[in-house]
C-alpha cells in the first residue's frame, strides 16, 4: 500500500505566513493540496480595499463604498468605489508608458513618454469629485440593467498631474475641435482585440477647463492600479466614466466622439423627461454633462443608537457637478421642517464641500435624518428617486439615515 505523503512543515509555515493564520492542523495536509483561503481572488486584498465594501460584480470588478466608510473630508484609497467596464490591464511599464494625440482636429499627430509629459509641463494637485453616472441606479423603478450602485459610488481625493489643456496646446488643436475622446489600456470582457470596453470623451471646452488633468497621483501617491496606473483623466464634476483610466491616446474630434459607450443608452438620458418604462428614441437621448446637486450623510452610520437624550452631530458632504452648493438642510421630522446645516466652501472648483450640524432630538423614540441640498442655481435635491430613464442614471434623491434615541 502507498503512503500518502504529507507536506514539510516548513511548507506549512510559509503557508500560514501567506494566510496571515496558523494552518492548525498543517501537519495532514497531503501533499498538492490546494487552500481554499489561498485560492480564492480576495478583491479587498487585491485592490487594498477595507471588507465592508461591497462587491457587485467580479467581471469586470465594480465594488461600491458605503456612507459611513466616506467620511474623510479626502476618499483614501482604502474605500474608493471601483467601477470597471473591461478586464483591468496587466503588466503595466510606466518607463514606456506613452500617450498617442491624433484625431481630425490635431495639427500634428504627437507621442509623448509619461516621463515628457511629467517633465515637460507644470503639475497641478485639486481635490476632484468622481460619482459614477450609475450611482443610486438600484432605486429606479421599473429597474435598470446594470451595476446594482446604491449610495456609494462617489469619491473626492486629491488628484495631481498636468493640465490636459497644457498638453493640447502644445500638440495643436484647429479650429474645428468639438471633442476629445480617450483611448486606454483596459481589454474588452469579450477577449477581442480590436474591441474596447469604453472609449468615452468630453466637448473640447470641458478639455481646457483649468481642473481637467492628465493624472499620475491620487493622494500623494502613485495611482493604485484599478484607478489608472499610471495616468489617468480626471474630469470633476462630470459622470465619472468621462475619467479615463489608464490612458494611452486622447483623439482631438471634429465631432462629438463616438467610442465605445458614446451612443444609444450608454451614459446619455431623455432629453426631455419621460414616464417611467417609455421607450425613447435615440435623437431623443443627450449625453450627461455636469452631475446633478446631491449628498451624503456619512456620520453618524445609518442604524446608530444614541443611549440617551443629548446633542448628536450631523456631518457630511455635499457637491453639484459644476456648480457649488449654497445651502444644505437637515429634517429630523419626513421633511416637514427642515433647519440649515453648517457649510463649508469647496477647497477649489468641483471638490465636493463638508456639511455638519448638531441635532437634539425632542423625545426618545425613532427618527430619520434626511439631508437636502440646494446648488448655486437654486436648484434642490428631490425627495424621491426622479427622472426615470433607461440606463437608471443621475438618482439624486435625498439621503436618509435611521437614528434611535434610548
Ligand atoms: N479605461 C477605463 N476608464 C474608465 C472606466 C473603464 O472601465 N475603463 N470606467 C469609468 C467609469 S464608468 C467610472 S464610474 C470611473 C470609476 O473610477 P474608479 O474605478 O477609479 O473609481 O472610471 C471611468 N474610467
Ligand atoms: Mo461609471
Not at 119 to 124: I, L, V
Not at 131 to 159: H, M, T, V, Y
Amino acid at each position: 500500500m502507498e503512503r500518502r505523503k504529507f507536506i514539510k512543515k516548513s511548507t506549512v509555515i510559509s503557508l500560514s505566513s501567506l494566510l496571515g493564520a496558523n494552518v492548525v492542523f498543517g501537519r495532514n495536509l497531503p501533499v498538492g493540496y490546494g487552500l481554499l483561503g489561498l485560492q480564492d481572488p480576495d478583491p479587498f486584498k487585491m485592490f487594498n480595499k477595507t471588507n465592508e465594501m461591497i462587491i457587485l460584480n467580479d467581471n469586470p470588478w465594480n465594488l461600491e463604498s458605503r456612507a459611513h466608510l466616506l467620511d474623510d473630508t479626502i476618499t483614501p484609497n482604502n474605500v474608493m468605489f471601483v467601477r470597471n467596464n473591461g478586464k483591468i490591464p496587466e503588466n503595466i511599464n510606466k518607463d514606456s508608458w506613452s500617450v498617442h494625440f491624433n484625431g481630425e482636429s490635431a495639427v500634428h499627430e504627437k507621442t509623448y513618454t509619461l516621463r515628457e509629459l511629467k517633465t515637460r509641463f507644470k503639475e497641478y494637485t485639486y481635490q476632484l469629485t468622481l460619482e459614477c453616472g450609475g450611482n443610486g441606479r438600484s432605486e429606479f423603478n421599473p429597474p435598470a440593467k446594470g451595476n446594482q450602485w446604491g449610495l456609494g459610488a462617489i469619491s473626492c481625493a486629491s488628484w495631481t498631474g498636468i493640465r490636459l489643456k497644457d498638453v493640447l496646446e502644445d500638440v495643436g488643436v484647429k479650429d474645428s475641435a468639438v471633442y476629445i475622446g480617450y483611448h486606454a489600456a483596459d481589454k474588452h470582457l469579450s477577449g477581442n482585440p480590436s474591441k474596447e470596453p469604453i472609449s468615452r470623451g468630453m466637448p473640447i471646452e470641458k478639455a481646457y477647463q483649468d481642473e481637467t488633468l492628465l493624472a499620475f497621483k491620487m493622494n500623494g501617491e502613485a495611482i493604485p492600479l484599478v484607478h489608472g496606473y499610471p495616468l489617468r483623466l480626471v474630469a470633476g464634476g462630470w459622470p465619472a466614466s468621462v475619467s479615463g483610466k489608464w490612458i494611452n491616446g486622447i483623439s482631438i474630434r471634429d465631432k462629438v466622439h463616438d467610442g465605445a459607450k458614446m451612443n444609444g443608452d450608454a451614459y446619455r438620458v431623455p432629453c426631455n423627461s419621460v414616464a417611467p418604462g417609455t421607450v425613447v428614441k435615440d435623437e431623443d437621448m443627450c449625453i450627461i454633462e455636469s452631475m446633478p446637486v446631491k449628498s451624503l450623510i456619512t456620520y453618524p452610520k445609518s442604524g446608530a443608537i444614541l443611549k440617551s437624550r443629548k446633542n448628536l452631530e450631523i456631518r457630511g458632504h455635499t457637491w453639484a457637478g459644476e456648480l457649488e452648493v449654497v445651502m444644505i438642510e437637515c429634517s429630523i421630522d419626513f421633511g416637514a421642517t427642515w433647519i440649515k446645516c453648517k457649510l463649508e466652501k469647496p477647497i477649489n472648483r468641483l471638490a465636493w464641500q463638508h456639511f455638519s450640524t448638531e441635532i437634539l432630538f425632542p423625545q426618545k423614540g425613532y427618527y430619520e435624518v434626511w439631508a437636502k441640498a440646494t446648488d448655486s442655481q437654486g436648484v434642490s435635491q428631490p425627495m424621491i428617486v426622479p427622472g426615470w430613464n433607461p440606463k437608471g442614471y443621475l438618482n439624486n434623491a435625498c439621503h436618509r439615515i435611521a437614528i434611535k434615541v434610548e
